[in-house]
């Protein structure tokens, strides 16, 4: 269960939408979480929509099998939503005779899971959605705050773009079910209806020769097929299998694509790129003018290890020591590695990553226990008691009540597994420094650096006494903690000039997480020469705003998606002025629509 507590938390972790470096590299400024993206082909046409064949390869632990793929280790970048739910029971939304059972679209609720051990949320994240260059989002259920497109249509989801999302009534190959059909601001729509199916790790809460206490999941990509725009133009997909095998328009642009054993050939108008595999990793690919990007290889092949199981050790139970400690102790994201990118021109980038965590602050301590049937043996060698840390917990006709043993020999039929429901801790592979040689070129590096600061969950319960514990949710945690700020942290950028960016970013749950609060510019002698703060709106400074705050749930519980925190003020500080920047009003979709714009000397 602790690998899977990296994926409950979206709005801190995400990658903003920034462009891509010289060398494909997209990097979140608050973690330093790292994609490369290439987009090797891009064909312009009569219309805006493009005829375009990308790739994208996120630094992240990675087991091949489980990903979408399609040109090697990279996934081939096209648009999808998917969604991880039950082997068994697929991706429905109703009992197995419902004739709703898989209108997973029309019907906004998640995913059905079998039996009472597991919940749909310990199953399945929430329904992500990905659009190369214009969105990465979630699906949310819609709160009807935002008005519906008058198009006749009916639409139960909407995304943070205020993009919406309708339903199509079949998928393509035979799979059962509902589509999506993604309705961008402009018009523009994408028809999501080509299932590719991965496996991903079974969830236990028991060893696994205990039967009913495990689920086996699958992950579903529905892809995109077709795209519209308002005037009649359109692209269309096309697959094999899992395999892309083209992408053409109403207006003859065309790409199509050759799958090898060992690579793979895309063309267009007589001209052909090249990318090379071995073993299943893709080292480099050739453009029509012979010239070639390489790559360092990287992402596991092989499946995931199938561990035993989550169960608690059964010479006593401590609910603490699983959702206090497991999380971290378990994490993949440890240590480091280098991937090496060289360009067509001879220079080569080298980018260094390390695991790390982030906290998050204001966390409540949310500690789900599940018990079963399983004889137990108690503590041996000490005396039983309220003071030694073993408890269990009996349901009387619905009550709760807390027995401690007598003798410390018995055993009892009594066992099972915690874990905590919303972590105050993600982790990632950061970067932490890039490098750029080549013929003739001194090297240029720019280092990352990243404050960690460890907050304490609040409002934490002891499971021998049942007395609140530490921090309550209402105080500052940096006082009773090894912290400094438990509003927002920093994140500091290096050039290769010796100049410093710096940036904070917020770091309590549910208001302001991943938002810019702070930022300077710090030259090599250390002189501040601009300072930057940011305000927005935190559902209380704003007077009957326009705006709903909640416009979308989704199927996770991350608060802080789905809600509105616009910007309200920016002042800048820089060579002894103060310019400020003032929105005064918003419309209903909480876009400014007065703005104040003053300069005045700095105090």
């Not at 259920?141 to 006749?152: C, H, N, Q, S």
């Not at 995931?304 to 169960?311: H, I, K, M, P, S």
């Not at 090599?524 to 209380?540: E, F, N, P, R």
């Amino acid at each position: 269960m602790e690998a899977e507590y990296e994926k409950k938390i979206s709005a801190a972790k995400s990658i903003e939408a920034v462009g891509a470096g010289g060398f494909g590299e997209v990097v979140s400024e608050s973690t330093g979480r790292t994609e490369f993206v290439s987009v090797d082909i891009d064909i312009p046409g009569n219309s805006g929509l493009p005829v375009r064949l990308g790739r994208r390869l996120p630094m992240d632990t990675r087991y091949i099998s489980e990903e979408l793929g399609g040109i090697g280790n990279w996934d081939m970048d096209v648009p999808y939503i998917e969604a991880t739910f039950s082997k068994l029971l697929g991706w429905s939304v109703a009992a197995t005779n419902s004739p709703n059972r898989y209108k997973r679209c029309s019907i906004s609720t998640p995913p059905l899971v079998e039996g009472t051990i597991f919940s749909s949320e310990e199953v399945s994240h929430g329904y992500q959605i990905h659009v190369p260059g214009v969105l990465d989002g979630v699906l949310l259920r819609e709160t009807d705050a935002i008005p519906d497109p008058t198009d006749g249509l009916t639409y139960p989801w909407i995304l943070n773009s205020y993009a919406r999302v309708s339903c199509l009534a079949t998928l393509k190959n035979g799979y059962p079910g509902e589509g999506f059909l993604l309705k961008l601001t402009d018009g523009t729509k994408y028809y999501f209806d080509y299932p590719v199916e991965r496996i991903v790790p079974t969830l236990r809460k028991a060893s696994k020769n205990v039967p009913g206490y495990s689920v086996e999941r699958r992950r579903l990509f529905l892809l995109a097929t077709r795209i519209e725009d308002g005037f009649g133009n359109y692209v269309n997909y096309q697959y094999s299998g899992d395999r892309l095998t083209g992408i053409t328009s109403n207006d003859g642009r065309q790409i199509t694509l050759v799958h090898g054993a060992n690579s793979i050939t895309a063309s267009t108008s007589g001209r052909t790129w090249t990318y090379a595999l071995q073993g299943g990793y893709l080292t480099s690919v050739t453009n029509p003018d012979s010239s070639t990007w390489t790559y360092t290889t990287f992402g596991n092949m092989g499946g995931r290890v199938d561990f035993q199981g989550d169960a608690l050790s059964l010479d006593g139970f401590l609910p603490e020591s699983s959702c206090l400690s497991a999380s971290i102790e378990s994490s993949p994201y440890t240590g480091g590695f280098q991937f090496n990118v060289k360009h067509p021109s001879g220079a080569t980038a080298s980018f260094s990553f390390q695991g790390r965590h982030f906290y998050r602050s204001y966390v409540p301590y949310l500690c789900m226990i599940d018990f079963f049937d399983h004889e137990v043996q108690l503590f041996s060698g000490i005396n039983a008691s309220p003071n030694n840390g073993y408890w269990h917990e009996l349901i009387n006709s619905g009550n709760t009540e807390y027995e401690y043993p007598t003798d410390p020999y018995d055993t009892e039929e009594v066992a099972g597994v915690a874990h905590i429901m919303q972590p105050n801790h993600f982790g990632v592979f950061a970067l932490a420094s890039q490098a750029v040689t080549g013929p003739g070129l001194a090297p240029i590096v720019t280092y990352y650096n990243y404050q960690i600061e460890e907050y304490p969950y609040c409002d934490q319960f002891s499971s021998v006494t049942g007395e609140i514990e530490g921090v309550r949710c209402n105080e500052d945690p940096c006082p009773a903690a090894a912290c400094s700020d438990s509003v927002g942290r920093w994140v500091e950028v290096v050039t290769p000039a010796g100049d410093k960016v710096r940036r904070r970013f917020g770091v309590i749950y549910g208001e302001n997480e991943n938002l810019l609060l702070n930022e300077e510019v710090v030259s090599a002698a250390g002189q501040v020469l601009s300072s930057t703060v940011h305000t927005y709106y935190d559902g209380s400074n704003l007077a009957n705003p326009p705006f709903a705050e909640r416009f979308g749930w989704p199927h996770t519980i991350d608060p802080t998606t789905g809600v509105q925190r616009p910007r309200l003020v920016t002042e800048i500080r820089q060579q002894g002025v103060l310019f400020r920047n003032v929105v005064e009003s918003f419309d209903a979709f909480a876009r400014p629509i007065r703005v104040t714009r003053s300069s005045s000397p700095a105090p």
